[in-house]
């Protein structure tokens, strides 16, 4: 509850954030699967396991609640890519098949071995052998290979928090709020790279932001990866995809600024309603 606009961002901004039981989790959840990599890759196998690490939102700390996946690469020594040149589905199948042969709480997603829980998130593992250059290669989902560097990702996303006030991280949080409402079209890590194109300076006021961020939006959609590797990180979404997502930003920028100008003339049950409706129920209500 809050009863001013203010308030109610500045709540909804830390609610988004993981719980120290939620962060627990995550990372027990990168633990005990690498603990099974170690097992079942030896050093005495053809394939051998090197390290995993925490991947995407989680790793970026992008990540909000609640935490439906988390996502972590395992890296296997290179010495075993040769045996996979022409067959990353027989890489993955491996790697699947030796963590949870006759387990029907895994399965693959093309590029990672997706594994279920009774409760809690659900981890994806995404295996891979390193790359010259930097970076890591990794399966493409049709038994080729693509590149890929989470760690350029990091360090790009955090060089772009720091010049923009350390206000990027939050209003990724926000938006990706939004995008799980109302469409969930955008994936993680695209919103981040929209929201690094879209503002060349950024202060603390998130709802002229959200605003902002609503009305130019639509001409950022098409960035590329920053690492150089994917292009154009919308060239998955199909034309009737991109107008339901232009659709979606024109919605909430009407709603955002109609929000803006209730919080102007004093009537925050107002603002706050509106508000609700772009960022959903968990976003404080009025009182």
Not at 22 to 39: F, G
Not at 121 to 136: E, L, N, S
Request: proline residues 5%; neutral net charge.
């Amino acid at each position: 509850m809050a009863t001013t606009t203010a308030a109610a961002f500045t709540g909804f901004v830390e609610k988004l954030k993981p719980t120290e039981a939620q962060w627990a989790t995550i990372h027990d959840r990168r633990t005990s699967n690498h603990n099974k990599l170690v097992q079942a890759f030896p050093a005495s196998e053809t394939l051998t396991f090197d390290y995993s690490s925490l991947i995407g939102s989680a790793d970026r700390g992008t990540i909000i609640r609640p935490v439906d996946d988390v996502d972590a690469v395992a890296v296997f020594d290179p010495a075993g890519y040769e045996q996979y040149r022409y067959d990353s589905k027989k890489f993955i199948y491996r790697v699947r098949d030796a963590l949870f042969a006759g387990a029907s709480i895994a399965g693959t997603r093309g590029q990672a071995v997706r594994i279920f829980y009774a409760s809690g998130p659900k981890a994806d593992i995404t295996p891979g052998f390193p790359r010259k250059g930097g970076g890591f290669l990794i399966p493409k989902g049709d038994g080729t290979w693509q590149a890929t560097d989470p760690d350029f990702h990091d360090s790009y996303i955090a060089d772009k928090h720091a010049a923009l006030g350390y206000h990027l991280k939050p209003m990724a949080r926000l938006i990706k709020a939004w995008n799980r409402e109302h469409s969930e079209w955008l994936s993680s890590f695209h919103i981040e790279c929209i929201l690094a194109a879209t503002f060349s300076s950024l202060g603390a006021n998130y709802r002229e932001a959200s605003w902002k961020f609503f009305d130019w939006a639509p001409s950022n959609l098409h960035v590329t990866d920053p690492a150089g590797h994917s292009g154009d990180l919308a060239a998955k979404l199909t034309t009737t995809q991109i107008q339901a997502i232009k659709t979606a930003l024109a919605s909430a920028r009407d709603r955002a600024r109609k929000a803006l100008d209730a919080e102007v003339n004093g009537d925050h049950q107002e603002a706050i309603r509106l508000w609700r409706i772009i960022f959903g129920s968990d976003f404080p209500a009025y009182g």
